[in-house]
C-alpha cells in the first residue's frame, strides 16, 4: 500500500443539512465558539479564549493538515448558510495499514441538533472513498456518553477500554476505542 495523501475532495463531504468544507478566515468565529468550551482547548492545538490572531492562525493550521500529510481537517458547515457549526478529522497517519483516526467537535451553540452525527456519517463516507483505508478508529473519553452516541450512531462498535492512554492536559487519561471497519 502506497502511502502518498489522497487529494482534497473534488465534490464536498455532506449528509443531511451539513457538509464538509475547507476553512476560511471567516470562520474565526467557530474558533472562538470552541475556544470557549473548557474541554476542546484541552485536546487539540486550538488555545482557550483565542484572541482574532489566534482564532486565524488556527484555521489557517487547519487549512495546511493536508500538505502536512497527516490529514483531512474540515469545517462542518450548514449546507444552506454555510456558517461554521463545527469540526471533524480524518487523520491518516496509519495510511500505509490502512487505518484513520477520526475526531469532530461541534461548537456550544450548535450542540444537540444532530450535527455531529451528520458530520461523522459524511466523514465515514468519504473515508470509504479512499481505497487505501480498511479501518477508522475513534478515541473518545468514557465520560463523553454524547460522543459514544455519535460514534455509535455513524456505525462504530467498542472494541475496548485503554487505560491512562492518551495525555489531556498533562494528565493521562483512560480513553475507549471504538472503529469501524470496511
Avoid: C
Avoid at 488556527?58 to 495546511?64: C, P, T, V
Avoid at 479501518?135 to 485503554?162: C, H, K, Q, T
Amino acid at each position: 500500500m502506497g502511502t502518498e495523501m489522497p487529494p482534497w475532495p473534488t465534490v464536498a463531504p455532506s449528509y443531511g443539512a451539513v457538509v464538509l468544507r475547507k476553512y476560511a478566515d471567516s470562520d474565526v468565529d467557530l474558533a472562538y465558539e470552541l475556544g470557549e468550551d473548557p474541554y476542546i482547548p484541552l485536546i487539540g492545538t486550538l488555545v482557550a479564549h483565542p484572541t482574532e490572531e489566534q482564532g486565524l492562525t488556527w484555521i489557517r493550521d487547519q487549512r495546511q493538515r493536508l500538505a502536512q500529510g497527516k490529514g483531512f481537517s474540515f469545517a462542518v458547515a450548514d449546507a444552506q448558510t454555510g456558517r461554521a457549526l463545527g469540526a471533524a478529522g480524518l487523520w491518516l497517519h496509519d495510511l500505509a495499514v490502512g487505518r484513520a483516526t477520526v475526531g469532530y467537535a461541534v461548537s456550544p451553540k450548535h450542540r444537540g441538533k444532530g450535527v455531529a452525527s451528520q458530520a461523522l456519517r459524511a466523514l465515514v463516507a468519504f473515508a470509504w472513498a479512499i481505497p487505501r483505508l480498511d479501518r477508522i478508529e475513534a478515541y473518545i473519553e468514557p465520560w463523553n456518553r454524547g460522543s459514544v452516541r455519535v460514534a455509535e450512531s455513524a456505525g462504530f462498535r467498542l472494541e475496548r477500554l485503554m487505560p491512562e492512554s492518551r495525555e489531556v492536559d498533562g494528565v493521562l487519561t483512560d480513553m475507549l476505542l471504538y472503529s469501524l471497519k470496511r
